[in-house]
């Protein structure tokens, strides 16, 4: 016969076992919901994705010494869906921009159950550049004042949203101008098509308009003064108990931020192959100088820039209030930049900030398709390179100069560009200061190519 005192013995003992062993056996699913197409985010998505970085890191002793792990990733054309499947529970992290996150982070603590951790940056640009306002290429609007009484469409409650709203009011434009919902897909479809009189969107829908020839830009984000960026929210639940894999998928961003700046020219040709975003317009933004700073550094501005937003997000959507001493928490990066040998405290008094006439980068630069990227000691010398290979048939993929006025990057064929009396070539993001600086010095405004058939900004 069955000894069944001895049976419920055993099991009981397994239980303790069990219970005391948390981790044997167990399986560890790390959902992370990204957006591949938001360059900004790259870093905290498809790059970890497709390089397989967080295996590299995950913790395998100790109380992890027989889990078993699940990484999945999800992609996103936007925040709000990864917020909605957070809340779900079906997934872990999120990477979304500035607007979404205090979305995330608010509408979490509004359950009264359930919080979320911000806990890095992915990508910034101190002054807002990445979110944009760009019109049909063949629009004759050429500022913000010529879209009184017309339409502007824009991904409502994203940063390119917060932005045209305090571009509107700072312009005395509130209530004149209407805006319409419109998806970053649906938008550059209906600027392609003539369609809608201006699209705002964040990076890179802007440039990719530009590189496509369908879209001018005529408002950058930086003329807002309110900077842009991404980052990584996590479950609080989750982080409270597996802390050492949190700390694995910050190690493991840190590296493909990493990945990215050694070889900015290789990891947009990569990425392309990755997204279907165009490689060239990759390069505008993670190359030296170029649109994303890669900085995992929760900085005191980032944090003011997001009460700003939060206080706009209640205004204008009547989201809920926000404790950002409970939510913004830097200890997991810190964690991670020490087990990376990396100095956090540095990196957090560094910022980058676009500078007009930056001595320490060459003022334009060509990619060659057989020769790769070459840079010039002044953009008349790009304009006579690039003249020259276009008359021989070489292939350019693009040329890239810096705006006079603001030292932001941008495509040499979206500029306009002004050429002086002893042959200085001056670059400009916006025609009328093209125009006033030829007025002032003389000269006149030339076209990219001899022709002027390339020449976006003259069309």
């Known amino acids: 016969m069955m000894n069944w005192k001895r049976l419920i013995g055993c099991s009981s003992l397994g239980i303790l076992f069990l219970l005391s062993n948390p981790a044997l056996a167990e399986r ?15 870093a905290g998505g498809i790059v970890l994705e497709k390089l397989g970085l967080i295996e590299k890191y995950l913790p395998t002793d100790g109380d992890y010494a027989d889990a078993e792990y699940e990484i999945i990733f999800r992609d996103y054309d936007s925040g709000p ?21 205090i979305v995330n982070g608010a509408n979490f603590q509004a359950t009264g159950r359930h919080e979320t951790r911000f806990i890095t940056v992915t990508g910034y640009n101190r002054q807002g550049t990445g979110n944009g306002i760009v019109v049909p290429v063949a629009s004759d609007v050429h500022s913000l004042e010529e879209l009184a009484g017309k339409r502007i469409s824009t991904p409502v409650g994203s940063a390119a949203w917060g932005m ?26 209906n600027i392609a098509g003539n369609r809608i009189d201006a699209h705002a969107d964040f990076g890179p829908w802007s440039e990719v308009m530009e590189f496509r020839g369908t879209g001018r830009k005529i408002f950058d984000g930086s003329e807002a003064g309110v900077p842009t960026f991404h980052g990584i929210v996590v479950r609080k639940a989750f982080a409270d108990r597996y802390p050492e894999v949190v700390e694995a998928v910050l190690q493991a961003t840190l590296e493909a931020q990493q990945w990215i700046r ?20 990759l390069y505008l933004y993670l190359s030296e100088g170029g649109i994303s700073t890669l900085d995992a550094t929760i900085k005191p501005e980032w944090v003011e820039a997001l009460q700003y937003d939060h206080a706009l997000l209640q205004e204008e959507r009547n989201i809920p209030d926000l404790d950002f001493d409970a939510w913004v928490d830097d200890s997991y990066i810190r964690s991670a930049y020490a087990a990376s040998g990396l100095d956090y405290a540095a990196d957090l008094e560094r910022m980058v ?57 941008m495509f040499g064929k979206a500029a306009f560009l002004a050429e002086m009396p002893d042959g ?24 990219l190519a001899a022709s002027g058939d390339e020449s976006l900004a003259m069309k």
């Open 81 to 101: 869906p990864i917020t909605n499947q957070m809340m779900a529970g079906n997934l872990e992290f999120g990477v979304m921009g500035d607007y979404p996150l």
């Open 262 to 281: 050694e070889d900015p020219m290789r990891a947009a040709t990569q990425l392309s192959e990755w997204t279907g975003v165009a490689k060239e317009v």
């Open 28 to 42: 560890i699913t790390i959902g992370i919901g990204h957006q591949s197409m938001v360059t900004n985010t790259v």
């Open 424 to 447: 200085e070539v001056v670059a400009f993001m916006k025609r009328d200061d093209s125009l006033a600086y030829v007025a002032d010095n003389g000269g006149e405004m030339i076209a």
């Open 353 to 409: 900030t676009p500078m007009a006439q930056n001595p320490d980068l060459s003022p334009a630069q060509i990619w060659f398709a057989d020769e790769g990227i070459v840079e010039y000691e002044s953009v008349a010398d790009m304009v006579a390179a690039y003249r020259t290979a276009d008359s021989e048939g070489r292939e350019v993929y693009s040329t890239y100069v810096y705006d006079h006025h603001s030292g932001i990057k």
């Open 164 to 189: 045209t709203l305090k571009a509107l009011r700072d312009a005395g434009l509130d209530g004149q101008i209407a805006i319409v919902d419109q998806s970053p897909p649906v938008g550059v479809a």
